[in-house]
Nanobody
Framework: QVQLVESGGGLVQAGGSLRLSCVVS????????MGWFRQAPGKEREFVAA????????YYADSVKRRFTISRDPAKRTVYLQMNGLRPEDTAVYYC?????????????????WGQGTQVTVSA
């Protein structure tokens, strides 16, 4: 059984930084493509970033490009999302997810397993 647990969210002022972590238990982490999504109140869940199983390729939503960085540590079975230059519009619940088949996917339906999310709030 694959389980994902996110952490690292919180309240930060605009322009600040946060690093989210997602620990994956169960399954073969080294074979999983990973993604981060977010959902703001009253809005649909949207893609943020993805990384391939090898860590060699990444993909970002235009809204976070050059501000956010996705990475992974196979030894810790963890994927990270470093968020710099945060803006109030980045406020959302952030979710990590596992994609066992496709790689660098922005469509949430392509992801099989999801965490419970961590809240990120950016004040103006």
């Amino acid at each position: 059984q694959v389980q994902l647990v996110e952490s690292g969210g919180g309240l930060v002022q605009a322009g600040g930084s946060l690093r989210l972590s997602c620990v994956v238990s169960g399954g073969i982490f080294s074979t999983y493509n990973m993604g981060w999504f977010r959902q703001a109140p009253g809005k649909e869940r949207e893609f943020v970033a993805a990384i391939t199983w090898s860590g060699g390729n990444t993909y970002y939503a235009d809204s976070v490009k050059r501000r956010f960085t996705i990475s992974r540590d196979p030894a810790k079975r963890t994927v990270y999302l470093q968020m710099n230059g945060l803006r109030p519009e980045d406020t959302a619940v952030y979710y990590c997810a596992v994609d066992t088949e496709y790689g660098l996917e922005s469509a949430s339906r392509k992801y099989e397993y999801w965490g419970q999310g961590t809240q990120v709030t950016v004040s103006a």
